[in-house]
């Protein structure tokens, strides 16, 4: 995988209004502040930020023992998987929380979940060996990449995440009222985003990483991550478990106790001999 020359956001002043959308909507993010309450509870967990890709990434652990990595979606931050934290810590684990590139407290202006994936993978190589990974929308695919290219994990958790980039592309471009001409250019202009072929992102190309048990949970009325990508995981994962849950959508997963609750007693199965 080639990495993008640049991790800015795209210029081209005289780009098509819709494809100009598209791109901005891809790369993007929107950079959300914590609470005060998200800030209060990290202040003593705040590590110095990790160096990568000319960028800092803001990290904070909490804990102690065997570590688990929480990854957030598109237009979140690590704060906003803090429910999980403390069942994690309660239950004998460390938890490790960081903002994606672009997003939060971490530098940079753009990203995609292929520049979160290889952050991931840098966030984990500095931490040394990982237990496992729970992962929410982006942060979700993010770890499917990331297992593809060698992080080895006991368990994982996948919450309301796609697992192929080729339909979110399509659908993206569909949403921007993109064309035939500009939805192929605009793919043409994701792949040199990226620095691969869309279709290595895809769940075809990934699912070889899938060596460790796996947890799916995600709302069939989802109307941001469509149901069908956790029906495709599953399918393509031999030891993976699929729980749908109801009246939850995208987000509030990360805050329902049965949830958690679920998330961090599969985790946990992975310390039994």
Known sequence: MTPPTALGPPQDAHADGHLAAARHAFSTPERIAPTADERAALA?????????EGHKLARWTLGSGPRVVLVHGWNSRGSHLLGFAQPLVAAGFSVTLFDLPGHGDSGGHAASV???????????????????????????????????????????VHLAGPSSLTPMVKGLAR???LGPADAAAFAG???????????????????????????IVHDPE?????????????????????????????????????????SVAFVAEGLRP
């Open 44 to 52: 003593a967990a705040e590590q110095a930020p990790l160096r990568h």
């Open 114 to 156: 292929v520049h979160a994936g290889r952050a991931l993978r840098a966030v984990v190589a500095d931490l040394g060996e990982v237990h496992g990974v729970i992962g929410h929308s982006m942060g979700s695919a993010a770890a499917l990449l990331a297992f593809a290219h060698g992080l080895a994990v006991r368990r994982s």
């Open 175 to 177: 949403a921007q009222g």
């Open 189 to 215: 202009w994701v792949e040199r985003f990226i620095g691969t072929p869309i279709a290595s992102v895809d769940l075809e190309r990934l699912q070889h990483g899938l060596r460790h048990p796996g947890l």
């Open 222 to 262: 989802d109307r941001t991550v469509p149901f069908a990508a956790s029906e495709a995981l599953h399918a393509a994962w031999t030891g993976s478990r699929l729980e749908p849950v109801s009246g939850l959508g995208h987000r509030r997963l990360l805050t329902d106790a049965g949830v958690i609750a679920r």
